[in-house]
């Protein structure tokens, strides 16, 4: 190897771009020239220098900062991104073509009811009949709902959080479905529709104490941040004095934790 | 950069999971490179405070841009484009900090201290006086090179020239920050 060599493989030693034989080459050249190999020593040196930060390690600071900024990028994010799932689960729901097994049974049973819904109309023309029916729609309703929330992919979880929207707040096993959903589904997109549908029901105070619950034991961090928004949202004063009693509990995701601690200091 | 050998997912694959939608998972980006980045940042414009600014800039950045990330890139370049890009932004509005400074103060006094520390930082006052003698597209450079864990390849893309001129441009840059040590140190006379 020749000293003017070494303009190339310096850096390439340095920044480890050598092989083993390449470096062994180059240790034999330094080796029997005394100039080269100061030059080295001392780049060396300096290498190690410069790889220490000049202002020691970041604080924790930082990284506080970085995952409250995070997380409201997510809840922004979500606010963004749901209604529009939603909307297109909704869209995707009214075609029969390309669609599961499931959801094809579900709409010829839609079908075979609404024939049903006609012919009873013009049988019965009285208001114990209409409201008789009326039940009819809303049991085939939390039957598609329930259906679709039972499907393994979960586009169709979605057109069930869809299906059921409507329903939640007025059908208490629909509702407890999409609480459910919302709870344990495997895909978080659909959690976080099951949340956004069950939002009229947030601000009732027999809802609040599930609600609360969830929060703490929810393992997705967005869906608690989310839920989070959503209690204090609903407006009730005590929906954020029991979401402060969660910021004393140990097992609170730190994220969630500094931005139950953000929001609730915004709302004071 | 590199990823530690035992971890289960690429930094590439992370970051594909948060173009796609799983923005939960940039945290675990942020604990793999942000000692890095900030040591980048530290030493190109010397302030801690600023320093930890821009480590959260690329963050945020990455988010904002994360649909720009293509399957099969890989992260480092992509990320130290990004930082480079928030380091222009950071001296286009404090125009005075990247310039050149063949003046740049010595340390104040270093006298030989008996702590090993405290000599530490010394050295570290030093490099730092000496890097600020550098002129701004050397000490990126040097700084890309020593924090980026990049191929000079990568280097070269990212700068528009090939990788041979890059490593020339390293020694030619070490050369000089050598120079400038000794002159803030002491060793020679300037």
Known sequence: ?268 | MATSADAETSDAELMARVRDGELERLSELFERHHRRLYGFFSRLVGDRTAAEDLVQEVFVRLLKYRHTFRDGAEFSPWVFGVARNAAIDHFRSRPRELQENPEAPEPAAHLPHPIEGLERRERSEFLQAALARLAPERRELLLMARFGDLRYESIGELLGCSAGAVKVRVHRALKELREAYAVVSGEVTA
């Not at chain 1, 049974?105 to 009873?120: D, H, M």
């Not at chain 1, 707040?169 to 509702?175: L, M, N, Y």
């Not at chain 1, 929810?218 to 209690?231: G, Y």
């Open chain 1, 1 to 268: 190897m020749r000293c003017e060599e070494m303009a190339e493989r310096i850096p390439e030693l340095l920044g480890g771009e050598l092989d083993p034989a390449a470096v062994a080459e180059l240790r034999a050249h330094l080796a029997t020239c005394p100039g080269c190999a100061a030059e080295a020593a001392a780049f060396e040196r300096l290498w190690d220098e410069l790889g220490a930060a000049a202002e020691g390690t970041p604080g924790p600071e930082l990284r506080e900062r970085f995952e409250r900024r995070l997380a409201a990028e997510i809840a922004r994010e979500r606010r963004r991104v749901i209604p529009f799932l939603a909307r297109r689960a909704a869209a995707r729901g009214g075609r029969w073509w390309g669609l599961p097994a499931t959801q094809l049974a579900a709409l010829a049973a839609t079908l075979v009811v609404g024939v049903f819904v006609g012919s009873e109309l013009s049988r019965r023309r009285d208001a114990s009949a209409m409201a008789a029916l009326r039940d009819d729609v809303r049991s085939l309703r939390e039957t598609v709902t329930l259906a679709l929330l039972g499907e393994s992919s979960a586009s169709g979880r979605l057109r069930g959080v869809a299906y059921g929207r409507e329903a939640s707040e007025g059908d208490d096993r629909v509702a407890g479905a999409l609480f459910e959903a919302m709870l344990a589904d495997p895909d978080v997109n659909v959690r976080l529709a099951a949340l956004d549908a069950l939002k009229p029901r947030a601000a009732r105070p027999e809802e609040r104490p599930r609600l609360i619950a969830a929060v703490a034991h929810q393992d997705s961090p967005l869906v608690q941040l989310s839920l989070i928004d959503l209690l204090l949202e609903s407006g009730a004063p005590a929906a954020q004095r029991d979401l402060e009693q969660l910021l004393d509990n140990p097992n609170l995701d730190p994220v969630v934790r500094g931005y139950l601690r953000d929001r609730i200091g915004r709302s004071l």
